[in-house]
């Protein structure tokens, strides 16, 4: 019978042998083959027993005893093949399994499903897709499509291709499937396929198939997300009802991840404390998981844990940690981690680590430590670069910003948002920079097309201001399609030193009516531009909006620019006024700078009251006693001057 359909089928097939068997056939063997070397005469018995214990060699790993036993076989059937073919992809020699695959064919052998099987899992799994393609011909060719396992395999293949809508098609077209075949397209989605995968589940529920604990497993991996955390649960209902909460080892680990992603941290605590310490798989996702949340005693203790079950810490709980040493400037922590980082030989594979220690040594203020990581790197990426970028910037190491930008550009390395706003941001602090390298940067970030970016336009719109070309930085604003309240309070505080205040409330006003929220730093910048263009009116409607429209509490420095305001136009009782009603008025600077305005426009009746207020503020400092008593002596008041200096002088306070 199989005979026949052979026969029957030997045109075909040879049309639709695989391109890579004709090469193959022809190339010298692999491990060339004693065919023949002596012959049976129970031949069928014999390859019963070289098929099994070829296939016992191969799962206990002696891959070339079983090779030797499969060259010296004196026929082979289909089962040897398939046997030599998934012990060597067992082995992880999917290369060679597919060399022997080719040579099954190219002997005539006839693929069966568990051929296929093997083979196209070995196909995706070296990304070797053309030749999947070719194999896909022969099962369609052989009528194995509509098998489950063969099914399987091909959706795992274009799934790994990328072709999620035709694996889908292939599953939809199988008569049956089992649950090896669910799983199998649900580990296709990988991480990010959340909605696919949540559809995928609905129709398991419809379509009444019981899932297993690997499906669990794929299905809340991905759903590691604050905004799914309620289908997540529904799931851990699931598995607690089931009994596998506890009971499954993959099942309660990939809960505890579910809930570090999720951020949920007492949820991913639960969860790990019912598994038991030597089975705890999910140490990483927990230590990185307390590191992002800053609680630096819980990461810790859990990665002092892990060292002590012998688990190896990854790269994401390194990162973790040194971001957390790095946000509590705390360097003994990050040093420790750096050691670890050292020991076990981190160092030299990964980028994120990199980067991790420069941010963390720059932000910790030891700069030549982040240099001295940069340059042990032999290849340095844009990532790392970036890292000792913003290290030099946090350290003021100003000129060294602007260096590294023009060595990333001059050695291909490129830049991106974050280079150019850096960069851009620390050009008015350097002594070399000048307004044509702020063209220059403006320049590269067009052409990069960065200059779409809002925190490389407010870092532009800044610069230029700095650098006096207000006109610039109202041109990058005005080329923003859809401004946030940080380009909004750039802006305004752009043109707010220019005598810009009718500019300034303007944009005030347009960012409010975009529905944005002014922030207390906006304020401040409409009221110091109100305070230098002198608009008494507007400022003081400003100032009393913050606290009744917007609701934010004015803080001193907003209190100083009114004072400033209305001191400068000599409306003394008013300043007075707005200083005693808000609440934050214990700062002696501005009541000593409105006595200064008291002593300029000589109003005799406000500085008294203004004077006795900022001695009572300031008992101790000297030049508040000097400027009281200067007060005094400007009016004509002479006795009263010399009053306050003795008082000075007699208790210890040095005029
Ligand atoms: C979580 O989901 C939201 C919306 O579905 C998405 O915007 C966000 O990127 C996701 N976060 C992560 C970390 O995957
Ligand atoms: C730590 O990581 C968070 C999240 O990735 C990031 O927002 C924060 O800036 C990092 N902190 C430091 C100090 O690098
Ligand atoms: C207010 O404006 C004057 C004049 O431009 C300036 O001297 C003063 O420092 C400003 N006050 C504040 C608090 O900015
Ligand atoms: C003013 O008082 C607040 C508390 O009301 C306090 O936090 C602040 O330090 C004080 N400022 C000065 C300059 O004394």
Redesign the pocket.
């Known amino acids: 019978m199989r005979k026949q359909i052979l026969v029957s089928f030997a045109p075909l097939i040879s049309a639709f042998t695989p391109t890579f068997v004709r090469n193959a056939s022809t190339t010298s063997s692999l491990f060339p083959s004693q065919f023949g070397s002596y012959f049976d005469t129970n031949p069928r018995d014999k390859v019963y027993t070289y098929n099994r214990d070829i296939e016992s060699l191969m799962k206990s790993g002696s891959v070339d005893c079983a090779l030797k036993l499969f060259d010296e076989m004196p026929t082979r059937d289909v089962i040897t093949w398939n046997i030599l073919i998934s012990g060597l992809k067992l082995n992880g020699l999917s290369k060679e399994a597919l060399y022997f695959y080719s040579q099954m064919v190219s002997q005539g052998f006839v693929e069966s499903s568990s051929t296929f099987s093997t083979v196209l899992g070995a196909f995706s799994h070296e990304g070797l897709y053309q030749e999947g393609l070719q194999v896909h011909n022969r099962v369609i060719v052989l009528g194995l499509s509509l098998n489950v396992y063969v099914g399987s395999a091909l959706i795992d293949l274009y799934m790994n291709m990328g072709l999620v809508d035709f694996a889908l098609r292939l599953f939809d077209d199988l008569p049956e499937r089992n649950l090896a075949t669910w799983n199998q397209l649900l580990r296709g989605f990988g991480e990010f396929g959340m909605s696919q995968k949540l559809q995928l589940y609905y129709r398991m529920k419809r379509e009444g198939v019981v899932p297993n604990p690997l499906t669990f497993c794929y299905l809340i991996h991905s759903f590691g997300n604050e905004s799914l955390i309620d289908k997540g649960r529904e799931l851990h209902s699931y598995a607690i009802k089931v009994g596998w909460a506890e009971s499954d080892l993959f099942v309660s680990n990939a809960l505890v991840d579910f809930y570090s992603a999720c951020g949920s941290l007492a949820d991913a605590k639960k969860s790990f404390e019912v598994i038991s310490a030597d089975d705890v798989i999910s140490w990483n996702s927990l230590v990185s998981m307390y590191a992002y949340s800053g609680i630096d005693s819980d990461a810790l203790e859990i990665f002092s844990m892990m060292q002590v079950w012998g688990k190896k810490p990854s790269i994401r709980s390194f990162v973790g940690l040194l971001n957390l040493s790095s946000g509590n400037v705390n360097i003994i922590l990050g040093k420790q981690i750096h050691c670890f980082v050292l020991k076990l030989g981190f160092d030299h594979s990964s980028c994120y680590i990199h980067s991790a220690l420069i941010d963390m040594y720059g932000n910790c203020g030891e700069i030549e430590s982040s240099v001295l990581i940069y340059e042990n790197i032999p290849r340095k990426t844009l990532e790392v670069c970036n890292s000792l970028m913003t290290s030099f910037a946090h350290c003021g190491v100003v000129e060294d910003v602007i260096e590294l930008f023009g060595l990333m550009v001059d050695e291909d390395i490129g830049f991106d948002e974050v280079s150019l706003s850096t960069t851009v941001n620390t050009l008015p602090k350097s002594t070399y920079a000048s307004l044509t390298s702020c063209k220059l940067l403006h320049h590269c970030a067009v052409k990069s097309g960065c200059d779409h970016d809002l925190a490389v336009s407010c870092s532009l719109i800044d610069s230029y201001s700095r650098f006096g070309d207000v006109k610039s930085s109202c041109q990058v604003f005005k080329q923003l399609s859809s401004p946030n309240v940080i380009c909004f309070t750039s802006i305004i505080s752009a043109c707010s030193p220019s005598k810009m205040g009718v500019e300034c409330c303007k944009f005030l006003e347009v960012m409010i009516n975009k529905g944005l929220k002014p922030d207390k730093v906006t304020f401040l910048c409409v009221l110091k531009a109100c305070n230098h263009s002198g608009m008494v009116q507007e400022g003081t409607m400003v100032f009393e909006s913050m606290k009744s429209v917007h609701g934010i509490d004015p803080e001193s420095q907003h209190l100083a620019c009114m004072v400033d305001l209305l001191g400068h136009k000599g409306l003394l009782e008013e300043a007075e006024r707005l200083l005693k009603q808000t609440p ?1 008025n ?3 600077v501005i009541w000593s700078s409105l006595l200064r305005h008291c002593r300029a426009h000589h109003n005799e009746a406000v500085g008294k009251r203004i004077a006795k207020i900022v001695i009572k503020l300031e008992p101790e400092n000297p030049s508040i006693w000097l400027q009281v008593s200067n007060f005094y002596s400007e009016i004509g008041d002479f006795e009263t001057s010399k009053q306050i200096r003795d008082v000075a002088l007699a208790r210890k306070i040095t005029v």
Do not use: I
Request: glycine letters at 0%.
């Open positions: 934050v214990n700062d002696s």
